[in-house]
């Protein structure tokens, strides 16, 4: 069974610039939540996903959003991109049962905002 | 607000030693708690899910414990090995309804030949 994908693994942007990464879940998993992992603040949640709506939304600006698709897969947007967005972003998927249960993380995508 | 904390920051151990990671959270209505491993610049990965009705997971060498009331778990690892130096993080999970999780800083554990 395929883990929990995330694509790209790395990416170099330009402040100002946007971004977009992808996460496709494990198959058959509903939910996907994001988190942005950083030296200072640790990890810290973004949001989560299920079934194409957003059930759930971390403290970050509103340049940060989110979507997902029927299939569960799951982008990120980040737009006017500062320097201190550089970091691990991880996204995790949860099994289909009504109540959350065992979360699964992806490998990550290192973003450097140069 | 959920704050989990856990201590220490680092540690450093030779091998074959069991040792024990302390993972303490400030509000007891939690629905599970989740130990996770992160080897360097990689992704997490799942050690032991408690959920709040249970009070220890077990598995291999790895041993789980939850204390609602006191709000602590622990984790503790038998016999240490070098393969297992990584960051060790646990994770409150709040509510039955969402996904978000509340990450503690971590504990980083060396294990010396």
């Known amino acids: 069974k395929a883990g929990v994908t995330q694509t790209p693994r790395y990416l170099i942007k330009t402040r100002g610039q946007q971004v977009t990464l992808s996460c496709s879940p494990i198959?058959?998993?509903?939910?996907v939540s994001w988190y942005q992992q950083t030296p200072g603040q640790g990890l810290q949640f973004l949001f989560e996903?299920?079934?194409?709506?957003?059930?759930n939304k971390g403290n970050f600006p509103g340049r940060f959003s989110g979507r997902q698709f029927s299939n569960s897969r799951s982008e990120m947007n980040v737009s006017t991109l500062e320097l201190g967005d550089s970091a691990l972003y991880l996204c995790a998927s949860s099994p289909p049962q009504g109540s959350f249960t065992e979360a699964f993380f992806g490998q990550g995508t290192r973003l450097t905002v140069v | 607000k959920q704050e989990v904390t856990q201590i220490p920051a680092a540690l450093s151990v030779p091998e074959g030693e069991n040792l024990v990671l302390n993972c303490s959270f400030t509000?007891?209505?939690?629905?599970?708690l989740q130990w996770f491993r992160q080897d360097p610049g990689k992704g997490l990965t799942s050690l032991l899910l408690?959920?709040?009705?249970?009070r220890e997971q077990t598995s291999g060498r790895l041993n789980a414990s939850l204390d609602k009331s006191s709000g602590r778990s622990t984790l503790y690892i038998a016999a240490s090995q070098p393969g297992d130096s990584a960051t060790y993080l646990c994770?409150?999970?709040?509510?039955?309804?969402?996904?978000?999780?509340?990450f503690g800083q971590g504990t980083t554990l060396q294990v010396k030949p």
């Open positions: 509000d007891s209505a939690i629905y599970n």
């Open positions: 994770a409150v999970g709040s509510s039955g309804n969402t996904g978000k999780l509340i």
């Open positions: 408690i959920q709040s009705s249970q």
């Open positions: 198959s058959g998993h509903r939910s």
């Open positions: 996903y299920f079934s194409e709506t957003q059930r």
